[in-house]
Structures are given as C-alpha cells and as structure tokens.
T-cell receptor, first 115, second 109 residues
Framework: ETGVTQTPRHLVMGMTNKKSLKCEQH?????MYWYKQSAKKPLELMFV???????ENNSVPSRFSPECPNSSHLFLHLHTLQPEDSALYLC??????????????FGPGTRLTVL | GQNIDQPTEMTATEGAIVQINCTYQ??????LFWYQQHAGEAPTFLSY??LDGLEEKGRFSSFLSRSKGYSYLLLKELQMKDSASYLC??????????WGAGTKLIIKP
C-alpha cells in the first residue's frame, strides 16, 4: 500500500450507532489530520496530530473522538451522530504540521451517511 | 475573519484555456496551495506559491500577487480529464491551512 488509505470508503449509520473510521499513511510523515468536506463548503479542519500529540481541536462536538496510537495510524470514533454530520471525511498527512511549505497528502475519504 | 473566495463553478471547452481565480483575506501569509479533486477522490497537490509571480508546470500555471491577495490557476490545452474541483488554500500566520470552497470546472467537448 502506498500513500494514505482510509476505511471504510462508505458508511451508513443510525444516530444511535457507534462506528470508527480508520486512516493509515505509508509516507513516513509525522502529522495527520481529519477534515470534514460538505458540498459547496470549504474543507473544515477537525483535528491535527503532530508526532502523535493532538495540537488542534477546532471546536468539534464530543460525538467525534480522535485517536492516534502512532504516527502512521489515525482513527475517528463516532457515536450518537446527527444527520447534519453526513459528509465526506478526509484524512491527510504531512511531514509536520507547521511550516509554510507543508504539502498535505489526502486519503480517498469515507462517505458517511447518518440516518 | 479569514476568507478565501473562488468561483463556485466554471465551464470551458476542450482544447481551450481557463483561469480560476482565488482572492484571500487572512491573518498573515505563508504560502498558497492549489489542489485538484476529482469527484469521489482525494484532493491532490498541484502547486505552491509563496513569492509573487508565475510558476509554470506543464499545462498548469499558478500566479500569486501578495499585495493584492490574489492568485489564479491557469489551465491550458484543456482535456476532458481536467473536469474536477480546484481548491485554493492559504497558509496563515499560525501555519494553518485556510481553504476555499473550491471551483467545479466542467469541460465540454
């Protein structure tokens, strides 16, 4: 596997379910990100991890819970979601989380639908 | 507040040239990225500008004017595969990426 992978690619869940999204990067990067992408809206940064430490949490509701066990893996645990949480969830990685030229490499995303 | 503006949608003809504009108001500036995103796929890196001027890379070029808070992406010799969304993103003074909503480019034969 190369680049950034995400599983599952599609997820349908009820509001009372608990599920997890998984991201893995094979690029040797030290920073990983979760983004939410909704139609016709800018990418919304949710969480940033740099060297396994969470450095950003942009006022994300507690029903989203990130986990970064090592620099290569990132999870997003979901529980009691709302229909407005339906979106494409993108994972990205970069060498570090600071610095001007900090190209981010994205995974293909998980298309989440909350019923 | 911080703001990135780009057109929502543009249409162009195969073989032609199209320019996608991006204007920004951010707290500081540490570079500007352009990404391409095909429907249902990951965004992929196209260009990075931190100094004023034009950077050319094959059929794609990116221009930056820091004094005007303005950038554009120029696509030449358009191909059907160029149909995608193009995302503009600015690195602010805290090295956070501020994203535009993206421009959906439709290429017609």
């Amino acid at each position: 596997e190369t680049g950034v992978t995400q599983t599952p690619r599609h997820l349908v869940m009820g509001m009372t379910n608990k599920k997890s999204l998984k991201c893995e990067q094979h690029l040797g990067h030290n920073a990983m990100y979760w983004y939410k992408q909704s139609a016709k809206k800018p990418l919304e940064l949710m969480f940033v991890y740099n060297f396994k430490e969470q450095t950003e949490n942009n006022s994300v509701p507690s029903r989203f819970s990130p986990e970064c066990p090592n620099s290569s893996h990132l999870f997003l645990h979901l529980h009691t979601l709302q229909p407005e949480d339906s979106a494409l969830y993108l994972c990205a990685s970069s060498q570090e989380s600071s610095g001007g030229y900090n190209e981010q490499f994205f995974g293909p995303g998980t298309r989440l639908t909350v019923l | 507040g911080q703001n990135i503006d780009q057109p929502t949608e543009m249409t162009a003809t195969e073989g032609a040239i199209v320019q996608i504009n991006c204007t920004y108001q951010t707290s500081g500036f540490n570079g500007l990225f352009w990404y391409q995103q095909h429907a249902g796929e990951a965004p992929t890196f196209l260009s990075y500008n931190v100094l004023d001027g034009l950077e050319e890379k094959g059929r794609f070029s990116s221009f930056l004017s820091r004094s005007k808070g303005y950038s554009y992406l120029l696509l030449k010799e358009l191909q059907m595969k160029d149909s995608a969304s193009y995302l503009c993103a600015v690195v602010d003074s805290n090295y956070q990426l501020i994203w535009g909503a993206g421009t959906k480019l439709i290429i017609k034969p």
